[in-house]
C-alpha cells in the first residue's frame, strides 16, 4: 500500500542553519504532497502542497519540490529561526482515496 | 487558526467507558476526516464523512464510530475504552471529498487519557 518514509529524528541545528528534512513515498497513482507541522502542543496546520510532478510549494521560507522520478518531497528551509522548533510531517493524498497518509514526524530543535 | 473547532481539549476516563469528541468543520467544508495520533501507531486515518455520508474507512476499530449532522459537525464516539486507546484525535475538514485540488484543514485535537 501507499507509504510515507521520514529521515529519522529529533534534527537539532543553530539558528540561521540550513535545513533538509527527507521525505520519499510509495504510492500507486499520483498522489498530491504535503508538509504539516505540528508547534507544541498544538494541532496540525499545513505548511505547503505540491498537487503533481515537479510542483514547488512554499510557505513562510520552506520550500519542497515533488520529485516524480524520485519519489521524494524533501523540505528545505535557507536559514532557521528558533520559532521553527516543531514536529513536521510528510504527507501523501492518493486522489482516488483522499485520505492522508502520514510519515512518522520529524522533530526539529533550533538552537540560538 | 485553522477554523476548526474540537472539543473537549483533554478526556481523562477509565477503561470501559465510552466517551464522544465533538467536531465542527471550517465554514463551508463538507468533509470531516478523524485521525488518531499515538506514540506507536503515529497518525493514523480513522474515517471520513462527506455532507452526512460515511465516505471512507481507515483503520477504525469497531467500538468506535462517528457520524455527521446535517449541520456538518461530526462526532467520534469511543466505547468499551481501553488502555490503548489513549491518544490525540484530530478531526480535519476539507471543502470537498478529496481530489488533487482538496486540502485538509486539522483541528487543535481532543487528548484522550484513558486510565
Known amino acids: 500500500g501507499d507509504s510515507v518514509t521520514q529521515m529519522e529524528g529529533p534534527v537539532t541545528l543553530s539558528e540561521e542553519a540550513f535545513l533538509t528534512i527527507n521525505c520519499t513515498y510509495t504510492a500507486t497513482g499520483y498522489p498530491s504532497l504535503f508538509w504539516y507541522v505540528q508547534y507544541p502542543g498544538e494541532g496540525l496546520q499545513l505548511l505547503l502542497k505540491?498537487?503533481?510532478?515537479?510542483d514547488k510549494g512554499s510557505n513562510k521560507g520552506f520550500e519542497a519540490t515533488y520529485r516524480k522520478e524520485t519519489t521524494s518531497f524533501h523540505l528545505e528551509k535557507g536559514s532557521v529561526q528558533v520559532s521553527d522548533s516543531a514536529v513536521y510531517f510528510c504527507?501523501?493524498?492518493?486522489?482516488?482515496?483522499?485520505?492522508?497518509?502520514f510519515g512518522t514526524g520529524t522533530l526539529l530543535a533550533v538552537q540560538p | 487558526d485553522s477554523g476548526v473547532t474540537q472539543t473537549p481539549k483533554h478526556l481523562i476516563t477509565a477503561t470501559g467507558q465510552r466517551v464522544t469528541l465533538r467536531c465542527s468543520p471550517r465554514s463551508g467544508d463538507l468533509s470531516v476526516y478523524w485521525y488518531q495520533q499515538s506514540l506507536d501507531q503515529g497518525l493514523q486515518f480513522l474515517i471520513q464523512?462527506?455532507?452526512?455520508?460515511?465516505?471512507a474507512k481507515g483503520n477504525i476499530l469497531e467500538r468506535f464510530s462517528a457520524q455527521q449532522f446535517p449541520d456538518l459537525h461530526s462526532e467520534l464516539n469511543l466505547s468499551s475504552l481501553e488502555l490503548g486507546d489513549s491518544a490525540l484525535y484530530f478531526c480535519a475538514s476539507s471543502v470537498l471529498a478529496g481530489g488533487p485540488t482538496d486540502t485538509q484543514y486539522f483541528g487543535p485535537g481532543t487528548r484522550l487519557t484513558v486510565l
Open positions: 504527507a501523501l493524498s492518493d486522489p482516488a482515496r483522499d485520505k492522508l497518509i
Open positions: 505540491a498537487t503533481k510532478a515537479d
Open positions: 464523512y462527506y455532507n452526512g455520508e460515511e465516505r
